[in-house]
C-alpha cells in the first residue's frame, strides 16, 4: 500500500524535533531542569551538548558577563551542583581556604563575621 500521497501529520513530522527543542528552550522550567540534569553528572561524563546547555544558562547570569567565552567553557566543564538542604547550614568559615566558586540558584545567603 503506498501511502507517500497522504498529507503528513504532526505525529510524521520530522520537525517535530525541532519544535519540541524550541519549546523546551523557552519554557524557563523546562531550561532550569535541563541545567540541573547536566550538572548532576560527574563533569568527566559530560557531552559538547551538556556543555552547550549550561554556557547558554551561565550566558543568563551577570556573574560570568566578563568572563570569556573559553573561561567560561572551562567552567562548565568542571562545575557541579551542589544542594544545601536546611536553612542555617555553615557553608564556609571565616579564615577556610576558598577552593571553589559557588552561584545560587534558589535561595539567599547570609554572610555574618567572628566579631558580630
Not at 16 to 37: F, G, K
Amino acid at each position: 500500500m503506498d501511502l507517500s500521497g497522504l498529507p503528513e501529520t504532526a505525529v510524521d513530522s520530522e520537525d517535530d524535533d525541532d519544535e519540541e527543542d524550541i519549546e523546551r528552550a523557552s519554557d524557563p522550567l523546562m531550561s532550569r531542569d535541563i541545567v540541573r540534569d547536566c550538572l548532576e553528572k560527574d563533569p568527566i561524563d559530560r557531552t559538547d551538548d551538556d556543555i552547550e546547555q549550561l554556557l547558554e544558562f551561565m550566558h543568563q547570569l551577570p556573574a560570568f558577563a566578563n568572563m570569556t567565552m573559553s573561561v567560561r567553557r572551562e567552567l562548565c566543564a568542571v562545575m557541579v551542583f551542589a544542594v544545601v538542604e536546611r536553612a542555617g547550614t555553615i557553608v564556609l568559615n571565616d579564615g577556610e581556604e576558598l577552593d571553589s566558586w559557588s552561584v545560587i540558584l534558589n535561595g539567599s545567603v547570609e554572610v555574618t563575621y567572628p566579631d558580630g
